[in-house]
């Protein structure tokens, strides 16, 4: 494998209006390995500093090279850039900051000459406040757009309408004093709330996701799928028993976390509307993987993905808690296929993403070990479900310091120093180990590059054979030939810590894996005889009967009779 840099950028004519989906079985996207790209951080081709289309078309090669299946692209919709990207104005057009929809077309077109399927985020739950559709409501209580968001009286006294709290800190209401009422936003304040109960929001949502459908996209990821709704009545929620939420990014200290989100989301009548969203990507052959941040993330996945007529897979944050153990991984998989009802629920897993701690630091806990990320990277490709990767994650890159001079992150900001928000898994990606900026830009970067992540850069990775990102390669391309693990069921053993051990079967072809989570040698008696596994790259220790010896983070994968 060789990276291809920016300067070797290939010459793609897209088709007209974009390109036609990859050709491939129906359900590609079971088991699929998607490979995250934040787009702002992953190469900057104009030298401005920030990363854009182009920049990802040119390391295309390299994504395909790596073995996965699929892209999901960050998104990069004209915005004002207050969420960086997450606050959108413009959902049928590219930021300037990016490109063009001309570059997005030649980008999914050489995707698909090398296979990869093309994932891009919509966020349809909230707009920018600079959307013109918000700009035209907040006027008045008359004009045409009146009721597209989220609007409330004030309580006698003036103050907001209940106690609804945004995820970013402080109330979910702010005042707008041409309308004199409060208006919704369950995340920045430039984040307003699309009223989903109104008929015409629906439609034009939907009008929006067929534009990119028509653009030649494969599949969407849905941001914050289950915010789409709230309660007619504005009821208050209740308070937490603990403050400890399935979202990533809610920490002890903002007072999100100290309610139950019983009205402010994960209404009922998001359901109807899924439906309404299936029944168009059905038309058009594509798919969909919906984000889920909620108290009951697994039951709310469960439910969104139930009956092959909503959503084709839910993305939680059941792993990406500090916790670092066989029970967490096992309790989340179990109770999640507990929660699936019969020819429907699949899951999408993940272990870091834009909105929290990379993995091998907040997992690793100092831990500096090739073989830990290598065996990370093997425990959630061999879990029942789809799996993201995001960027970085393939070269073992630990959470970047930002100093809080550099913090451009709003929650960070506000949270700072218990929270330091987002920035330090934001920061660029480094292609080279070339100072000072690794191969990202020639131009100081939006975000620093972070020192410590110049060795481990992918032209350095690339020319060592025992590097974590030779292991992803190795390792995807022999779990893509293996039935069970991409789509088969899942048993897993009782096994003390630190095994986790289990079975996955389809087609005759039945697995057991068993991984030692912890950097000390582990005996693990194996609960049936097998037939040792080759081929996988993990270190697989020694098999004297059924007694495993694994090594430090080693990993061991057997065929069963």
């Known amino acids: 494998m060789s990276p291809l840099l920016a300067s070797d950028s290939p010459q793609v004519t897209p088709a007209p209006g974009g390109s036609t989906p990859v050709q491939s079985a129906p ?18 081709t104009n030298g401005d500093g920030v990363g854009d289309l182009p920049g990802i ?20 919709f004209t915005s004002p850039m207050k969420d960086f990207g997450y606050d959108v104005s413009n959902y049928r057009d590219v930021d300037p900051t990016f490109g063009t929809l001309a570059d997005f077309d030649q980008l999914v077109a050489e995707a698909h000459r090398l296979g990869l ?127 400890k939420l399935e979202l990533s990014t809610v920490q002890e200290g903002n007072p999100y976390g100290c309610q139950i989100h019983r009205y402010d989301k994960s209404r009922p009548e998001n359901l109807p509307f899924l439906k309404r969203l299936r029944s168009l990507m059905d038309q058009y052959g594509v798919m969909s993987v919906g984000e889920v941040g909620d108290e009951g993330a697994l039951a709310t996945m469960a439910e969104y993905t139930a009956d092959g007529d909503k959503l084709h897979m839910a993305y939680g944050f059941s792993l990406f808690t500090e916790e670092f153990s066989a029970a967490r991984i096992r309790s989340v998989v179990q109770d999640y296929e507990r929660l699936i009802r019969p020819g429907g629920g699949w899951g999408c ?39 993201c990767i ?24 506000t949270f700072w120093p218990d929270f330091k928000g987002r920035d330090g898994c934001r920061t660029p990606m480094p292609w080279t180990a070339e100072q000072p900026w690794g191969g990202f830009s020639t131009v100081e970067p939006w975000l620093p590059m972070y020192p410590d992540h110049l060795s481990r850069a992918v032209a350095t990775q690339a020319l060592n054979p025992d590097s974590v990102l030779h292991f992803y390669q190795q390792f995807l391309a ?28 389809a087609d005759g072809e039945r697995i057991l894996a068993a991984f030692n989570l912890s950097p000390q040698e582990i005996q693990y008696t194996l609960p049936a005889p097998v037939q040792p596994m080759a081929g996988h790259g993990l270190n697989a220790g020694r098999l004297e009967g059924r007694t495993l010896h694994l090594p430090p983070w080693g990993g061991f994968f057997g065929r069963l009779a």
């Open 27 to 44: 359900e590609w996207w079971r088991g699929a390995a998607i490979y995250q790209i934040y787009p702002r951080s992953f190469q900057d």
């Open 57 to 76: 078309t040119a390391h295309l090669p390299y994504v395909a090279d790596l073995g996965v299946d699929a892209i999901w692209i960050s998104p990069f």
């Open 117 to 243: 399927k093309v994932l891009i985020d919509q966020v349809l739950s909230h707009s920018s406040d600079q959307h013109a559709w918000f700009k035209e409501s907040r006027t008045n209580r008359t004009n045409p757009k009146a009721d597209w968001y989220v609007w409330a009286e004030a309580r006698p006294d003036g103050t907001p309408p209940n106690n609804w709290q945004s995820v970013f800190g402080g109330s979910a209401w702010s005042w707008e004093p041409r309308r004199r009422q409060y208006f919704m936003h369950n995340f920045l304040e430039s984040q307003p709330d699309l009223n989903f109960h109104h008929e015409a929001v629906q439609a034009q949502v939907l009008e929006e996701v067929a534009f990119w459908m028509k653009r030649g996209v494969d599949g969407f990821r849905f941001d914050a799928c289950n915010f789409h709704f709230h309660d007619r009545k504005l009821r208050n929620n209740p308070p937490a028993r603990y403050n």
């Open 349 to 387: 897993w993940s272990l870091s993403n834009h909105d929290c701690v990379r993995v091998v630091t907040r997992w690793g806990k100092g831990i500096d070990d090739p073989a830990f990320a290598k065996l990370l990277v093997a425990v959630l490709g061999s879990l029942r479900g789809s799996f």
């Open 390 to 413: 995001y960027q970085g994650e393939e070269l073992a890159l630990p959470q970047a310091e930002v100093p809080y001079d550099r913090l451009i992150d709003p929650y960070g900001i």
């Open 478 to 505: 022999w779990r893509k030939a293996s039935a069970a693990l991409r789509t088969g069921s899942i048993h897993f053993y009782r096994s003390p810590e630190p095994i986790l051990a289990l079975r996955r079967e």
